[in-house]
Structure formats: structure tokens, C-alpha cells
């Protein structure tokens, strides 16, 4: 129940964009060099003056094709990476860990900092530029995240006037597979099948949405002290991609994905 309550008070505080809490924010990572920023690639991915990329971790902006075959640019994906540019192009930015540091195509995986102190990934997520992306492997920053992403869904800013993203009902999720998005729903039922756990938001598990957890992450959420019966009767908001199995199905592999939103 630990984690549910601190979701559930997450989702409450809005924290204020200050010096003070971007040097709180920045106390809780592993700063670990500086560097130029001399492009700018998309709205969450930068390449620095000694020829590292790094993909701004803890965020999604709105995509672009980047020579991708049949890609279709996300809405906003130019003023993202603008916002972005603005930002940080030319400037000397400080690193942060806290979590995994590099992805699968090598590049970094940080917190971004500006020479007033600016917590990057926050600005972006305060200006609607962005949205929260999290990993099992880097968590560290996710609740602050998530306190900015509110406010700005709150005042539809940027991202969160456009209806590509906007938060879905359950019904909706079908209509939207193969995206990444989040949804909004009250959990039915809860059940464990072979390992595996699954909340489900509807009677007919074959159909409606469902979120899945495999047993190699349920060990996460057990760390938190969460049971499968802390969800039930709940409404949440779960975010990751969208994939049809058995209906629509978001696939959760951490607590932070699924945000209590009634006790």
C-alpha cells in the first residue's frame, strides 16, 4: 500500500518550477560531466560536442520520421524539437544519472541541466513539450516528472490541447493500437494466470483493456509492498504502448506506469 498512497499524493502536489527544487531534483542523481550541445535531433535527443548522443531520459516528445520508411510525424514534433533547440542548442549542459546510463544504440542516457541550474527534461514536461516515459531501469525522478506533466495537462499546455494526446477511456484504447498512450479506467478484477498478473477494466477478458504484468516484474511491485488486490476497485491511469492481445493491452513492467487515482 506504500507506493499506491505516494502515487496517489503525487498526483496532488504540483511542484513549482524553482531553483531550489532543480537542485533537489539534481542532489538525488549521479552528475557525472559537462559538454556542449551542438544539435539537436528531436524533441528528446541531442548530440554533444565530443560526438555522444543523448536521449533525454525519462521523456517522450512527440516524434519525428528521421528518414524512418512510412512514418508519420507525431503533432507538434517540430515545435518539441524547437522547444529543445531553444533550450540547450549551443549551450553547456551537466550530466545526470540515475539509473541505466546508455541504451541499446549507445547513446547516453541522462538528466540534462543548464548552466543556470534548469532541470531540462522538467522545462519540457512544464511546457507541454513532453510527456512521462519511464523504464524499469531508471526511475529515479519519475514522481517529479509526473507532478509537471499534471500541470501542464491540467492547462492543456502545448501537447495536451492537441487530441493525438489526450488521456483515453478504456473503450478508446482499441481504436488507438500500436500507440503509445495513457488510459484512464477503474480495475474490475485482478487475476494470476501461470505467473502472470492482469487487471482487468472489463468483464470479458478477451476483449476489453487489460494491463499485464509478467512475473519477472511483479517483483518490482512486490518491493513496493503492492499486492494484485491493492488495484481492484481502483481507478488508475496506466501509461506505456498499446498492443492488441486479447483486447487492447498496455503491458506495465513498473509501479510508476500505473497512477492511483481514487483510494
Known sequence: MKHLLTALFVLILVV?????????VRARLDIDGEARVTEVIDGDTVVLDNGRQVRLVGIQAPKLPLGRPGFEKWPLADAAKSALEDLVLGKTVTLGYGGLRTDRYNRLLAHLFLPDGAWVQGRLLEDGMARVY???????????MLSREIRARGEQTGIWSVPYYAVLDTTAAASHIDRFALVEG?????????????LNFGEDWRTDFTISIAARDWK???AEGISPEDYRGRKVRVRGWLRSRNGPMINATHAEQIEVLSP
Not at 513549482?16 to 533537489?24: L, V
Not at 474490475?188 to 498478473?197: D, F, I, S, Y
Request: charged share 35%; proline share 8%.
Open 186 to 198: 477503474r480495475v474490475l478484477e485482478t487475476a494470476r494466470v501461470r505467473g502472470q498478473t492482469f
Open 220 to 222: 518490482r511491485f512486490e
Open 134 to 144: 519511464s523504464f524499469p531501469d531508471n526511475r529515479a525522478l519519475v514522481p517529479d
Open 16 to 24: 513549482p518550477a524553482t531553483a531550489d527544487t532543480a537542485d533537489e
